[in-house]
């Protein structure tokens, strides 16, 4: 069974550029989300994608936008990059758009200089 | 006031002991409990869940829950220097998607 991969694991970018993460979900899994972990936090919920579509969305500004692609894999698109951005973006799948049982890559951690 | 509470630790335990980890939610909605497992540079673990009131046991860990006092609880018995990590309780409204809500964590030292 093959787990959730994400990528790139690290990468740095200037205040104003645009970046895009990538995640494979876990196989048999046709739900992603996205979290975002600043350092000493806990995640927080970005948004959802379930059959190609965004179904839900929490506090974040429109430049966080995503996909979903046929095969349940997913991109985290961030525009206009600013300071704060700065954290580690985690992919979750999972089988169900609401069971609330979590299965995390690695994750992506963002510095924005 | 925070969704969900905990006290960012470190909580320190000599190995072998009972660890206590607790958290309190703001939201009543909130139907499933959930903890997850941090090591430090790594993403968080799904190790415990539970959705009634009372107790769940699973190995050495089991979670608590009490929903007239919006408290949930996490015991590790037999606490080991591999169970050093952050333990971030989360929780979830029925329904909809997966929006789950963390806590900041609980960072665990079991101390050999």
């Known amino acids: 069974e093959t787990g959730v991969t994400q990528s790139p694991t690290h990468l740095i970018k200037t205040r104003g550029q645009q970046v895009t993460l990538r995640c494979s979900s876990q196989s048999g899994h046709n739900t992603v989300s996205w979290y975002q972990q600043a350092l000493g936090q806990g995640p927080q919920f970005i948004f959802q994608?379930?059959?190609?579509?965004?179904?839900g969305r929490g506090n974040f500004p429109p430049r966080f936008s995503g996909l979903q692609f046929p095969n349940y894999s997913s991109e985290l698109n961030v525009n206009a990059l600013e300071l704060d951005d700065s954290a580690l973006y985690l992919c979750?799948?999972?089988?169900?758009?609401?069971?609330?049982?979590?299965?995390f890559g690695e994750g992506s951690r963002l510095t924005v200089l | 006031q925070k969704e969900v509470e905990q006290n960012s630790g470190p909580l320190s335990v000599p190995e072998g002991a009972i660890a206590s980890l607790n958290c309190t939610y703001s939201?009543?909605?909130?139907?499933?409990f959930f903890w997850y497992r941090q090591y430090s540079g790594k993403s968080p673990e799904l190790i415990m869940f539970?959705?009634?009131?009372g107790d769940k046991e699973d190995g050495r860990f089991t979670a608590q829950l009490n929903k007239a006092s919006q408290y949930v609880s996490l015991l590790i018995r037999d606490s080991q220097p591999s169970d050093s990590a952050t333990y971030l309780c989360?929780?979830?409204?029925?329904?909809?998607?997966?929006?789950?809500?963390f806590g900041i964590g609980t960072k665990l030292q079991v101390i050999p």
């Open positions: 979750a799948s999972s089988f169900g758009r609401n069971t609330g049982e979590l299965f």
């Open positions: 989360a929780v979830k409204r029925p329904g909809g998607y997966q929006k789950v809500t």
């Open positions: 539970i959705y009634s009131n």
């Open positions: 994608y379930y059959r190609e579509e965004e179904n």
């Open positions: 939201d009543r909605g909130s139907q499933s």
